[in-house]
């Protein structure tokens, strides 16, 4: 990634969204619009010529949906940060969309500036979601562990067996950022420098072979760290 120009892939089978976005995109001197597709297929094609830092990824598209293409830009050997983009704050497609590793999601009716944050978060690895949103979706996610007690006794001992690889450092940052804390919350709250707490979570997500903070928070749940 380059140190002073983020590159930016805008996708969505809408030509007037796309070309406001662009236009959005282009006011800021820090940001780059390399591509613009149409369709999920398209994009990973266009991600794999261009190598984007962020795509801007729609979920809903007639031909080629933004899910697939998602988990397999993700998936890919230098994978771009995907933030999705809806029209919902957290219909099944978002939640979809984080557990195929996007980072986060951007409403199309936000602001320009808000828009161009959410680029810059995504590009410096920053939350993308905030603490109010990533508690509404870990409670979603969760819905489940009110099945039956053997299958969630199997996902807790799974869970558990995961976290074993992280330091007693590193699993006081992962409940912190299961508190739906960003960087800078998590910081303060356990006495570090904000740097030192974004290298925390990038060992963190590494170590447990995830993509997004949403997916170590939801981890963190199974295994009984945080209620």
């Known amino acids: 990634m380059s140190e002073t120009t983020t590159r930016v892939l805008i996708v969505d089978d809408e030509w007037m969204v796309r070309s406001m976005l662009s236009t959005i995109m282009a006011s800021a001197p820090d940001i780059e619009v390399v591509g613009e597709a149409a369709d999920g297929n398209t ?19 007639p031909r080629s949906d933004g ?5 397999r830009l993700t998936r890919s050997p230098r994978p771009p940060r995907v933030v999705v983009l809806t029209t ?19 409403l199309k009716d936000a602001t320009a500036d808000e828009m161009i944050a959410a680029v810059r978060s995504a590009a410096r690895g920053d939350a993308m ?3 109010k949103i990533t508690r509404r979706l870990i409670r979603r996610f969760t819905e489940d562990d009110d ?17 074993q690889a992280l330091t007693e450092k590193e699993r006081e940052v ?3 950022l299961s508190g739906g804390l960003s960087n800078t919350d998590i910081a303060a709250a356990l006495h570090m420098s904000e740097a030192t707490a974004k290298t925390h979570i990038s060992r963190i997500l590494s170590k447990l072979s ?3 903070r949403v997916q170590a928070a939801i981890l963190a749940h199974h295994a009984g760290l945080v209620d």
């Open 129 to 131: 979601l905030s603490p």
């Open 67 to 71: 899910l697939t293409a998602t988990e």
């Open 174 to 176: 992962l409940i912190a």
């Open 147 to 163: 099945g039956p007690s053997a299958e969630r006794q199997r996902r807790r001992s799974a869970a558990r067996s995961s976290l």
């Open 43 to 61: 994009a990973v094609s266009m991600a794999a010529t261009l190598e984007p830092d962020v795509v801007l990824m729609d979920i809903r598209m």
């Open 88 to 106: 919902f704050d957290l219909d099944e497609y978002v939640q979809t969309a984080l557990r195929h590793g996007a980072v986060g999601f951007l």
């Open 210 to 212: 995830l993509t997004n």
